[in-house]
């Protein structure tokens, strides 16, 4: 068990938060933005030809990418 359950405390000024929810139109056709919470998960279907992009704008957490088949395979 973890000695203390509370992140580090940054010294300094507040920092805003650098998500950024853009209007639906400022995206690109085609585009796709999906925010995750700290500790979630999501699912997006991926195909071929697709492009990914993972941006870590908070930097508090690990980002992972796990790809798998229609069937669920992951290698």
Do not use: W
């Not at 999501?42 to 508090?60: A, F, R």
């Not at 690990?62 to 229609?70: G, H, K, N, R, W």
């Amino acid at each position: 068990m973890l000695d203390n359950p509370y992140p580090k405390v940054q010294t300094g000024p507040p920092k805003p938060s650098k998500i950024i929810m853009p209007r639906q139109f400022s995206l690109p056709q085609g585009t796709e933005r999906y925010v995750v919470q700290g500790a979630g998960a999501i699912l997006v279907p991926i195909y071929t030809g697709d492009h990914i992009t993972i941006i870590n704008d908070e930097g508090g957490q690990v980002c992972e990418l796990i790809a798998a088949d229609a069937k669920g395979k992951t290698d």
